[in-house]
């Protein structure tokens, strides 16, 4: 069974920094992809960035050069840094990690922006 456990969210002020991390657990294959989603509320689930383990990187357009992921096979964990944060960045962020057809989430840690 694979699980995934975020951690690092929190409240900031516009401007600030965050780190987030999910570190996944279980049967895991490669190769394969994680990434961050975030969900605000009234709005659906949208992608922010994915890093294969392949090393590959995709960001979402609204966070590109203020966002980094990173991940770190030996511990199937990864990372989003989240630079220069703006309200609108407010949202539930889901950790996903997908393989073999398969897609697997974790529970969501909040990220606040104050203004």
């Known amino acids: 069974q694979v699980q995934l456990v975020e951690s690092g969210g929190g409240l900031v002020q516009t401007g600030e920094s965050l780190r987030l991390s999910c570190a996944a657990s279980?049967?895991?294959?490669?190769?394969?992809?994680m990434g961050w989603y975030r969900q605000a509320p009234g709005q659906q689930r949208e992608l922010v960035a994915t890093i294969s383990s392949r090393g590959s990187t995709n960001y979402a357009d609204s966070v590109k050069g203020r966002f980094t992921i990173s991940g770190d096979n030996a511990k199937n964990t990864v990372y989003l840094r989240l630079s220069s944060l703006k309200p609108e960045d407010t949202a539930v962020y889901y950790c996903?990690?997908?393989?073999?057809?398969?897609?697997?989430w974790g529970q969501g840690t909040q990220v606040t922006v104050s203004s």
């Open positions: 279980g049967n895991i294959f490669s190769p394969n992809v």
């Open positions: 996903n990690l997908l393989f073999w057809g398969k897609s697997y």
